[in-house]
């Protein structure tokens, strides 16, 4: 037996030592403090909050676990945990959250969590348990749905003539979300179909998903910055260090799911998070200004962000994130850095990562002052497809953009970004770069002639082939030209030394493999910014080509072209690009395959998009593009 203690005891140094957990005295006189002694009984009608809570605080004392002993569901409320103390959830036993406003504290929505860790030191959940959020107690119910604002839009939506059928989309949730009209989408689906029976295919699409949004309550609360967003955490780390979490199983959160906020040294691992695939907000994992976090053989499957990097508190920025072998499931993004970024972002890295049927994989969405920089993703198989309009995305396996949230707003940049053995099975759309003007700040105007434009060159941007240059085929054909129109190889200006003009810099691209393939019978043809908006972004701005940013004046001072930028769900285009790059310098593409399957959707018109007016010193270096011949479409 002595023995054995002083195993646990030399065990727990090493782990102090690498986690930063409380001395070691605490640890050895630590003893299990059993719910069932303090008077917790299995129950999904009856609190079992103060004995839960009486449980916590006696183990605190000593840096014990806490370990709910008897099976069976016990509702609570929330529960704050504190100082040292370990929470054990053995398989079998439920946490079941509260879903009353007096079930969480009078404080206000930053404490709103069932399960807060606070300002603790080695605090620990474990177990094979489950934590369970409720949402489906929030959803409104089918006659509430019917009268409820997002409802009556969305049918207004469908009322409107096909050619009114895109609009621009602000916030999330905001009164400019947008919902895909599905009648044009099922009839392109039929055709498919029809196609494929006459070619002799069997094979049929599944109708596509009518899936929005469901409609939720919401608390009246004033602590509440936005108020359709009223709702509590399932888990928070808040303020604290040397965490852990492992093993457990969050279900059913009707907000955020697992919170990192203002910590250091945490380690998720082996979690499984299910959120209901229709309830809005319901990210799975969001480390908010925290450093020292990894997150290692997570699960993950919601209608919002699977795994979120972000930044909500100035001074607090993010360092050294690791995130490694995980399955990862989204209506939304499955990695998103932003689009809250008001501190910086660095020294971030994805690796191992297996997403499938997202409407984003890999996501940077930077809306804020902060900047974000050193992220490397590395090793990830990827397939993405289109999904009712109302969440964010267009299918693209690979997004990354940088535009203000609103006008007035200097938004940081993205830069030193690597994207390293990408394998992309199937997307709907393509890689997507888009970054705005460096220097617009809020002393400039969008509606007179006080825009200062000095300081921002008007030179053109040069794209150049290297190496093996950019192959294109189709069976026996060629796709067309690979590079953007009017643009040729033997006229292309030499490379030159520039000062940075735009957002996004230093991009590397390589080893990417990609196949384009119509998986959904959603409409595509837009490039998605939101949430961001743009007081010049439904003008047509002289020398603009649609989709990039200009710099000077305007002819008629109606607005400066070096403060414009992109904005909102744009479907002016109606197409999409295997490859989209604008407002972005430095961009290298090194041994990318692009493939196109049939049929094709109608939205690929495009193979690269490069704006020679919003780039520079864009590389591309062995990219072959090639496609399957389609006998009943005309091939781009």
């Known amino acids: 037996m002595l023995h054995v203690l002083v195993l646990m005891v030399t065990m727990a140094a090493a782990a102090s030592a690498s986690t930063h957990l409380p001395p070691l005295h605490k640890l050895a006189a630590a003893r299990p403090c059993l719910a069932s002694h303090y008077g917790a009984l299995p129950s999904s009608t009856r609190y079992s909050t103060a004995a839960l809570q009486a449980a916590i605080d006696d183990c605190a004392t000593r840096c014990g676990t806490v370990v709910v002993d008897s099976p069976g569901t016990y509702l609570t409320a929330s529960l704050l945990l504190t100082g040292c103390v370990h929470l054990h959830l053995p398989s079998g036993v439920t946490l079941l959250a509260g879903t009353q406003r007096r079930d969480y504290p009078p404080t206000g929505q930053p404490d709103w969590y069932l399960l807060r860790f606070f300002d603790c030191s080695g605090c620990s959940l474990t177990g094979g348990g489950t934590v369970d959020g409720q949402a489906r107690a929030w959803v409104l119910s089918d006659r509430q749905q019917a009268a409820s604002p997002r409802q009556q839009q969305q049918q207004q939506l ?38 494929r029976q006459a070619s002799g295919s069997s094979r049929v699409l599944p109708p596509p998903p009518d899936i929005p949004r469901k409609a939720v309550r919401n608390w009246a609360d004033p602590s509440c910055l936005k108020p359709e967003e009223c709702r509590p955490r399932l888990v928070g780390l808040v303020d604290s260090r040397g965490m852990s979490i492992s093993g457990v199983r969050l279900t059913d959160p009707v907000y955020w799911c697992l919170h990192v906020l203002r910590c250091e040294h945490v380690s998720i691992s082996s979690v499984r998070i299910l959120g209901d695939w229709a309830v809005p907000n319901n990210d799975g994992i969001d480390v908010d200004g925290s450093r020292h976090v990894s997150i290692s053989h997570a699960d993950v499957d919601t209608a919002d962000d699977a795994i979120c990097i972000k930044t909500t508190t100035e001074g607090h920025p993010v360092r050294n994130v690791t995130v490694s072998d995980c399955r990862l499931r989204s209506r939304s993004s499955a990695i998103k850095l932003g689009s809250e970024s008001v501190a910086d972002m660095q020294r971030i890295s994805f690796t191992r990562l297996a997403i499938r049927d997202s409407n984003r994989g890999l996501a940077i969405q930077l809306r804020d002052g902060g900047s974000i920089s050193s ?72 509606g007179g002639n006080s825009c200062d434009c000095s300081g921002i060159s008007c030179t053109g941007g040069s794209t150049r082939d290297s190496g093996g240059g950019i192959q294109s085929s189709s069976g026996s054909g060629l796709l067309g030209s690979s590079l953007p129109a009017g643009l040729h190889a033997a006229e292309l200006p030499p490379l030159r030394p520039q000062p940075l003009q735009h957002t996004l810099s230093d991009i590397l691209l390589q080893r990417v493999k990609f196949r384009l393939l119509s998986r959904s019978g959603f409409e595509g043809g837009c490039q ?41 769900l744009d479907c002016s285009s109606g197409s999409t690009a295997a490859l989209w790059v604008s407002g972005a310098d430095d961009v290298r593409l090194t041994d990318v395959q692009i493939h196109y399957s049939c049929p094709r959707r109608p939205d690929w018109k495009q193979q690269l998009h490069i704006d020679p007016g919003s780039t520079s010193d864009v590389v591309l270096k062995r990219v072959k593009v090639t496609a399957d011949s389609c006998s009943d479409e005309s091939v781009m």
């Open 375 to 446: 992220v490397r993703f590395k090793h990830i198989a990827i397939t993405t497809r289109h999904y009712d309009a109302s969440w964010w995305g267009a299918a693209e396996p690979i997004h990354v953009s940088a535009v203000p949230r609103r006008p007035g707003v200097q938004v940081g940049t993205v830069s030193d970004l690597h994207f390293s053995d990408i394998n992309v099975a199937a997307a709907e759309s393509g890689i997507f770069l888009a970054g705005g003007p460096m220097h617009c700040s809020a002393s400039h105007s969008f």
């Open 528 to 568: 998605d910014y939101r949430p961001s908006s743009n007081a010049s972004s439904g003008l047509t701005l002289p020398g603009s080509d649609g989709g990039g940013v200009g710099c000077g004046s305007s002819s008629d001072g109606a607005a400066c072209r070096c403060c414009w930028w992109p904005a909102g």
């Open 158 to 195: 469908q009322a409107r003539p096909a050619a009114d059928s895109f609009t621009l989309g602000v916030e999330r949730g905001g009164p400019d979300s947008t919902s895909r009209r599905l009648t044009s989408a099922q009839a392109h689906l039929q055709q498919q179909q029809q196609q």
